[in-house]
Every structure is written in structure tokens, then in C-alpha cells.
């Protein structure tokens, strides 16, 4: 072997050049030991692909029961929801009737009227804590345009009123007695 | 209000416009604050069927007469954005904020509509710019219901430079400012005639002291 540098004659295993002092390139054996680095790392990640595929098998049992679980809290949500917004009407309809038996009933006939609020509410709690849920979507779309259409009947109605009645709309309370006329 | 013998819901038409306003407003701070469309339509659709028919159900619960009340709406609106921080929280409260700086804005406008329709009407009074109500009293009156519109909308332009700065504070300082006009405003109304404090009054003073003394009490565990 030669150097580099100076052509000068190296022995195998010298590690500079005796005459100019050039390093000497071991190339062989730092070459060996790379290639077997590599195929000791070969075999490790193959290893871990098939750690991943196991740890992967593993856990998708318990992901699927998390997305069950999740499917059944929205679920049990958006019935809440539709349970207060059904008992509203029936709750301030068999109230009325008791206070007509008994004067106690009477004050809590105008309760449930925050029914709908606390079924819209639950609704939008069910959308933002499960967003994939497309039952709590169609429940909000659906209160939503409810109250769209609550909103233009009662300005028909008071357009209605406005213009064939004429004096319907009095003082600060019109907005309370257009509600009172559309709800006696 | 009557056009061409047809009587104008203009009070509504007011109210209506205020919830736009401030809908509009709320819209814009949190598109300014980087939250999501998504996250803003689902609030702004709570703002109005909340705000609205909520203080009007509330008003009919307690007073068993459908009005509108200026610090039930406010104390509804308050409630629902503390419900959806909850449910779905933004960074410094963002919700929260854009609501309490809405507050001025939509009582300034729907005061419009008051003077219209001749309500929260003022002390009797023959200067400049006296209104009378023909349907009413019948006597020249003070425009507080003006006066209120233009300082509760000058107060919502003076907050939203005020929020640049301080924007900490900026909830405890939109509660001073407002619960402090609101009060000072009440002494023109007509019902100061036969009472010395009234019911808004009261509970502009107990806003003012919950605030001050909250804003104490952090000051001093800051120290």
C-alpha cells in the first residue's frame, strides 16, 4: 500500500505515513463494520414493522370501543334534547289544566317554556363534544329551522295585523303582545 | 310608529337590527381571533333565539308579562357564552369577551327603538329636543331613550380602542363603564318621579361592587 499523499510504502495496520505523516485511509474495516451495522439494523426495523402491526391489532379493540362509546354519548344527548323539546308543550299544556283545578299550578305552567332552550342547548353541546356526529347536525338543522320559521309566521302575522287590524302594535310592550296574541 | 295609517313595528324592527349588529360585530372579533367559521356560526346561532326569546321568556316567567328587559338579556347572553366557553373553550375567552363588548352596541340600538315606540320615556321636560307622546302622556318629555343610544354607542366605539390596549381587562372594564351609565342615566327617567332608586339602579350598583371588589381581591393575590 502506498500513501496518498507522498507515494511513500505503508505497512498493513499503519495508521499515518511514515514519511510525510499523511493519515492513512483503513477503509476495509470501518466498511466491514458498517455493513454489518446495517444488517443488524435491517433485521430491527423488521422487528419493529412487526411490533407496529401487533401494537396496531392491539389497540384497535379498544379504539373501536371508544368510537361506540362516543356514537352512544351523542345518542344519549340528542334524545335528552328531544325529550325536553317534546315535554315543553305537554308539560305547559297539563300545567295550564292543574291551575285550573288549583291556583298553586299556575306558577309553574310558564316553566317549561325554557324546556326548548335547554333541548337546543344539549344539542349544540352534543355537536361540538362529538363534531362527526351527524345525528346531533340534523337535530341542530332541524331546531334551526324551526326557529327560521317561528320568526317569519310571526312577522307575517304582525304584517297581517298591521294591515287589517290597524292597531294591534301598542307602546313598548308590541313585541309581547304580538307574542300573547299568537299564544292567547 | 304609523306610516300611511299602518302602524310600523318599528320596535321590533330595532330589536331585530340590534341582535344583527351585534351578531355581525361577534362574527367579525372571533374571525379577527382565528377560531373556526364553524365554531362561530354554531355561537351566532345561539346569540339570537338565546338573546332574545330567552329574556323575553324569562321576563314572562318572573313578571308574567312578555317585555323586554335590558339586564335579564344581558344576564342571558352572559349565561350562554359562559355555557359554550365551557362546551367549547377559545383562548382568553374569546366568546365571553366579543359578548360583553356587544352589550353597548345592542342596548344603544335597541334604545331606538324604545324612543319610537314611546317607551322608558323621560322626566318631564319643555327644553331642546322634548319629545311628546300623543298615544302617552301626552306632556314634552326628555329624550333619555336618545341620550342612552348615543352614550352606550359611544361607549361601545370607546371599548373596542380600550380592548386594543387593556384587552386583559377588558370584561371588568365593559361592566364598570356600562353598570356606571346605566346608573347615572336612570335619574333622568320618569319613574325617578316617584322613586329614589330604582330596580336598575340597584343592580347596576351591586355589578359595580362585584367587579371593583373582584378586581381588588386579584390585585392583591397578584401581589
Known amino acids: ?184 | 310608529m304609523t306610516i300611511n295609517q299602518i302602524k310600523f313595528p318599528i320596535y321590533m324592527t330595532c330589536i331585530i337590527l340590534a341582535f344583527i349588529g351585534a351578531c355581525v360585530f361577534i362574527y367579525k372579533y372571533l374571525m379577527n381571533k382565528k377560531i373556526k367559521k364553524k365554531d362561530i356560526l354554531l355561537y351566532v346561532s345561539m346569540i339570537v333565539p338565546f338573546g332574545l326569546l330567552g329574556s323575553l321568556i324569562v321576563c314572562y316567567i318572573i313578571d308574567k308579562n312578555m317585555g323586554l328587559s335590558s339586564y335579564i338579556g344581558c344576564f342571558v347572553l352572559i349565561l350562554t357564552s359562559i355555557f359554550y366557553e365551557k362546551v367549547n373553550p377559545s383562548k382568553n375567552l374569546e366568546y365571553v369577551r366579543c359578548t360583553m363588548l356587544s352589550m353597548p352596541l345592542l342596548y344603544g340600538i335597541s334604545k331606538l327603538g324604545c324612543f319610537f315606540a314611546g317607551c322608558c320615556y323621560g322626566l318631564p321636560y319643555n327644553g331642546l329636543f322634548s319629545v311628546t307622546y300623543s298615544s302617552g302622556l301626552n306632556i314634552p318629555l326628555f329624550p333619555i331613550q336618545l341620550l342612552e343610544s348615543l352614550v352606550f354607542i359611544g361607549l361601545f366605539i370607546g371599548l373596542l380602542f380600550i380592548n386594543k390596549k387593556h384587552s386583559k381587562n377588558i370584561i371588568s372594564i365593559t361592566i364598570i363603564v356600562c353598570a356606571f351609565a346605566k346608573f347615572a342615566l336612570d335619574f333622568l327617567r320618569y319613574d325617578h318621579l316617584t322613586k329614589v332608586i330604582t330596580t336598575n339602579q340597584i343592580i347596576s350598583l351591586m355589578l359595580l361592587f362585584i367587579v371593583i371588589v373582584n378586581m381588588i381581591r386579584k390585585k392583591l393575590l397578584n401581589k
Open chain 1, 1 to 184: 500500500m502506498k500513501c496518498s499523499k507522498c507515494g511513500y510504502e505503508i505497512n498493513e495496520g499503519d495508521k499515518f505515513c511514515r514519511e510525510c505523516g499523511q493519515v492513512v485511509e483503513s477503509t476495509t474495516p470501518e466498511k466491514e463494520v458498517k455493513e454489518k451495522t446495517k444488517k443488524v439494523e435491517e433485521p430491527k426495523e423488521e422487528v419493529k414493522e412487526e411490533v407496529k402491526t401487533e401494537v396496531t391489532t392491539v389497540t384497535n379493540k379498544p379504539e373501536e370501543k371508544r368510537i361506540v362509546s362516543s356514537m352512544a354519548n351523542d345518542t344519549f344527548f340528542c334524545l335528552c334534547s328531544i325529550i325536553c323539546y317534546i315535554a315543553c308543550p305537554l308539560l305547559t299544556g297539563l300545567f295550564a289544566y292543574l291551575a285550573t283545578k288549583s291556583d298553586v299550578f299556575s306558577l309553574f305552567a310558564r316553566i317549561p317554556m325554557i324546556l326548548p332552550f335547554v333541548a337546543y342547548a344539549l344539542a349544540i353541546y352534543a355537536k361540538v363534544k362529538y363534531p362527526e356526529s351527524k345525528f346531533a347536525k340534523i337535530l341542530l338543522i332541524i331546531y334551526i329551522v324551526l326557529f327560521v320559521l317561528g320568526i317569519i309566521l310571526m312577522i307575517i302575522a304582525v304584517i297581517a295585523c298591521a294591515i287589517f287590524l290597524r292597531d294591534c302594535l301598542e307602546g313598548c310592550q308590541g313585541l309581547g303582545s304580538i307574542i300573547s296574541l299568537l299564544f292567547g
